[in-house]
């Protein structure tokens, strides 16, 4: 696995549901850490995670740091 730079972190959040999503998208989901609607994860910014990223992106969004508060 790739390393994030200097400790990069990207926040997700799930705006979409998983219901009749194929297998593959609901799994992706799960690795995200995320499980239902409106929950949010903050992930290490590294290839592999902006991968799943990508195949679930109308599922998700990635939020802003300012609309995070740090």
Do not use: C, F, W
């Amino acid at each position: 696995m790739a390393k994030a730079k200097d400790g990069a972190t990207i926040t997700v959040e799930q705006t979409g549901s998983p219901i009749r999503r194929p297998k593959y998208q609901r799994d992706t989901l799960k690795g995200l850490k995320l499980n239902k609607m409106h929950r949010r994860s903050t992930l290490p910014d590294t290839p592999e995670v902006r991968g799943m990223i990508q195949t679930v992106h109308h599922l998700v969004r990635v939020v802003d740091e300012a609309e995070t508060g740090k």
